[in-house]
């Protein structure tokens, strides 16, 4: 897979009402996409983690406030964990031969990742339901349906999270 990180160009503007990030989109030889780009915002955004507003400046600008980029990186570090994940090394010769192996579920939940966010959920649930039915050796199968389980928990709390942001509903909890 290519590697379409980069250094951006961005500059802090402050008043008195709200911190802004402005990324010098124009400078960049790259075209403008969420893959190649935020990556390198979220890491400025950090930084200037009391920042109100985070805008893509080039010939027409993209404006996203702070809950905006919180939830994108969000769904950065899911993807970062389930590529850490389906690196991890199985301990038995065995394992590396099983259909359920968490190279083979992980590079298939960054796949969908990158396809729709939105879908996550189902595709880990769905993940977790292909374990649970797999005659695959028994360790591989239960460390992975709870890596599984903890991922789409994260993914309930930011869903909730943005409810509450976006439409001011609140759930059980």
């Known amino acids: 897979m290519k590697d379409d990180s980069h250094t951006c160009t961005?500059?802090?503007e402050d008043d008195t009402s709200e911190t802004k990030i402005i990324v010098e989109c124009g400078e960049c030889s790259n075209s403008f996409s969420f893959r190649s780009c935020l990556p390198e915002i979220v890491r400025s955004w950090d930084k200037v983690s009391n920042?109100?507003?985070l805008i893509f400046s080039d010939?027409?600008?993209?404006?996203?406030?702070?809950?905006?980029?919180?939830i994108i990186s969000f769904f950065l570090s899911l993807h970062e964990q389930f590529k850490r994940n389906s690196r991890r090394d199985p301990?038995?010769?065995?394992?590396?031969k099983c259909v359920i192996s968490p190279k083979r579920i992980y590079s298939s939940l960054i796949v969908?990742?990158?396809?729709?966010?939105?879908?996550?959920?189902?595709?880990?649930?769905?993940?977790?339901?292909?374990?649970?039915?797999?005659?695959?050796?028994?360790?591989?199968?239960?460390?992975?349906i709870e890596e599984l389980r903890v991922l789409s928990s994260s993914?309930?709390?930011m869903n909730s999270r943005v409810l509450s942001k976006a439409y001011g509903i609140v759930g059980e909890g």
């Open 112 to 144: 969908d990742l990158e396809k729709d966010p939105e879908d996550m959920f189902e595709s880990i649930n769905s993940a977790a339901l292909e374990l649970m039915k797999s005659s695959g050796c028994r360790s591989c199968r239960r460390a992975t």
């Open 51 to 53: 920042s109100d507003k």
């Open 10 to 12: 961005y500059m802090i």
């Open 155 to 157: 993914l309930l709390d």
């Open 91 to 96: 301990d038995k010769k065995e394992c590396k």
């Open 59 to 70: 010939t027409f600008e993209r404006k996203y406030s702070k809950g905006t980029v919180e």
